[in-house]
């Protein structure tokens, strides 16, 4: 899907916003998708379309969302790295670490709220460099919240590499004096992600309190964007070369197929069935409206903007003069 999205992102430059590809880190959000249940949510930082299926969320939805449509899953006004999906009680934020600090008190509604459901928060190595995320993890230890943590560390915070901003590379080694069990793992290898996140999921489902799975794997692409941004050469070859040689889905692709469970056959059908559902969701987006004033409105949590409400009247009297300084707001 990911490929296809690069494919047409240039020259047509019809999406509407940037995008954090997730190629090389899909096994995490794949073994989850087979492991979370409606009740509970996951909340996701801005590489968010593959935790976005983890969540069973729609595809056409998400191709919409990326092309600015109203169809899309956020009615065209979030994009990529804000995507989300209430009826699948997946929150995706392009805040580093807001995903997680929003995942524990969703944790703690739960607790509070005896319901059913875990809350889970996808997220990368940069995110532990924000106060707000070992604020979390405390509150999460102190109270014993029903709370998965899930850091896909894949050693890049943009450009800049985990080891000149933190002393060691293992987060999980790290949050244990905070009461918070952890594991970490090769992380494209699908099968152990599976069993790891399977085992951890049934702990923090059957009240064990919180846990955090660190799982080191690799983006094969830019930070952001389908151009290549490796023109200053902050990742060594040789460490390209090697996560793509272990590739996540070619590693279970040659495990299945030494397995005898899968043969070229069933392979090619998946991919023609998949290469058919990719074509059906682009034709959908590019066919789909653009939003309006309405949908906004629609959107729109509190009908009370007064800042909005004092902007908007601004630009519209008629002896507004933007070269005249700042709008002068009503107080409200
Ligand atoms: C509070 C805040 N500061 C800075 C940024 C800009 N920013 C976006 S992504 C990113 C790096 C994220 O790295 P990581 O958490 O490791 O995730 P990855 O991109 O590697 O998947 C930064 C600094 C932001 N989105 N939010
Ligand atoms: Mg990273």
Redesign the pocket.
């Known amino acids: 899907m990911e490929e296809a999205l690069i494919a047409q992102y240039h020259p047509a430059d019809e999406m509407r916003c940037p995008i954090?590809f997730?190629i090389g880190?899909e096994a995490v959000p794949a073994a989850l998708s087979l492991l979370l249940k409606p009740e509970d949510y996951l909340f996701s930082?801005?590489?968010t379309h593959g935790y976005y299926f983890a969540k069973g969320a729609p595809l056409r939805e998400l191709f919409a969302e990326i092309y600015g449509r109203a169809t899309g899953a956020n009615g065209g006004l979030a994009g990529s790295?804000d995507i989300s999906h209430t009826e699948s009680r997946f929150f995706g934020g392009?805040?580093?670490?807001?995903a997680v600090c929003i995942a524990a008190g969703a944790a703690f509604g739960l607790q509070h709220q005896k319901a059913k459901g875990i809350s889970v928060a996808g997220?990368?190595?940069?995110?532990?460099?924000?106060g707000?995320f070992w604020e979390a993890v405390n509150h999460a230890g102190a109270k014993s919240l029903p709370i998965l943590f899930v850091v896909?560390?894949?050693?890049?915070?943009?450009f800049?590499d985990?080891l000149k901003r933190q002393q060691t590379d293992n987060i999980a080694e790290r949050v244990a004096p905070f009461g918070v069990k952890s594991q970490s793992l090769f992380g494209n290898d699908a099968p152990l992600v599976w069993k790891t996140l399977s085992q951890a999921v049934n702990s923090v489902r059957n009240g064990s309190g919180p846990m955090l799975v660190e799982a080191y794997t690799y983006?094969w692409n830019s930070?952001?964007g389908p151009e290549d941004d490796g023109f200053n050469k902050y990742r060594p070859q040789r460490e390209i070369d090697f996560w793509k040689r272990n590739c996540p889905i070619s590693l279970l692709r040659q495990k299945l197929e030494k397995l005898d469970w899968i043969d070229n056959g069933e392979v090619s059908q998946m991919e023609s069935e998949i290469a058919g559902e990719i074509a059906e969701c682009f034709a959908f987006a590019k066919a789909s409206p653009f939003p309006s004033e309405a949908n906004w409105h629609s959107r729109n949590f509190s009908n009370a903007t007064p800042v909005a409400d004092a902007l908007l009247a601004e630009e519209e009297s008629t002896d507004f003069n933007p070269s005249q300084g700042e709008a002068k707001l009503a107080p409200y």
């Open positions: 954090h997730c880190q930082h801005h590489r790295q392009a805040i580093l670490a807001g997220f990368g190595e940069g995110a532990t460099d924000e707000a896909e560390n894949n050693r890049y915070a943009t800049s985990q983006r930070h952001v």
